[in-house]
């Protein structure tokens, strides 16, 4: 049955939810891409969000789904290069929300699970969002992943997502998105544009 599920930064200074969350309406996943890791980095919570193996436990869904109910003005956003994701986070604390699209024309969101709050009857949240579909981009993992369960395959995880956005877009769900100005395709915040310096940096950090 789907459910709504808070989203809160560490300090409690943002607040929202996800409506209506179920695994039919998204995909439960790990993701091991140095850009990930180099993000969890920027933010200094490389320890408290990556796993062993520097995975980033995601919600992808529809953007239209979430809302901010307090502290929508501490949302940041930043690039790893200007062509790069989006990147969420709350800047009171830096504590990581989700990843967009730099345009409101894909509706998805791939919310960082540690902003989730754990429902108590599901402290692992696979009850809400269903069992880990995939590992993606797994050769930058840390380490030996192999006992790790794989998984469906990338190509299926390609599929499947491209269908999810289709059908969100086709429900105008692209004009219903927090991230960016009601009515408009300008993002809420200026985003933070890394340098090639400060990249270097992070990618370092990533392969230490």
């Known amino acids: ?20 969350v179920s695994p039919a309406e998204g995909n439960h996943a790990v993701c091991y891409c140095d850009d990930c890791q180099a993000f969890q980095h920027f933010l200094g919570r490389a320890a408290d969000v990556l796993d062993p193996h520097g995975g ?12 901010f109910d307090a502290g929508s003005e501490r949302l940041a956003c930043m690039r790893l290069s200007p062509r790069g994701t989006c990147r969420w986070y709350a800047g009171c604390c830096n504590t990581p929300v989700g990843n967009t699209a730099p345009t409101a024309g894909i509706p998805l969101v ?29 050769k930058f993992a840390k380490g030996d992943i192999s006992a790790v369960p794989a998984g469906e395959s990338f ?54």
């Open 155 to 208: 190509a299926s995880a390609v599929i499947r997502t491209v269908r999810l956005v289709l059908r969100w877009r086709l429900r105008g769900d692209h004009k219903r998105t927090p991230f960016f100005a009601a009515g408009s395709a300008r993002l809420i915040v200026e985003p933070r544009v890394l340098s090639l310096e400060e990249r270097n940096e992070l990618r370092r950090r990533v392969a230490a």
């Open 110 to 138: 791939g919310l960082v699970a540690r902003c989730l709050e754990r429902p108590t009857d599901d402290p692992s949240l696979e009850r809400s969002l269903g069992p880990i579909r995939w590992r993606v981009f797994t």
């Open 1 to 20: 049955m789907p459910r709504d599920l808070k989203i809160r930064c560490a300090c409690g200074a943002l607040q929202g939810s996800v409506r209506g």
């Open 56 to 67: 980033t436990e995601v919600f992808q869904t529809s953007a239209a789904r979430v809302s």
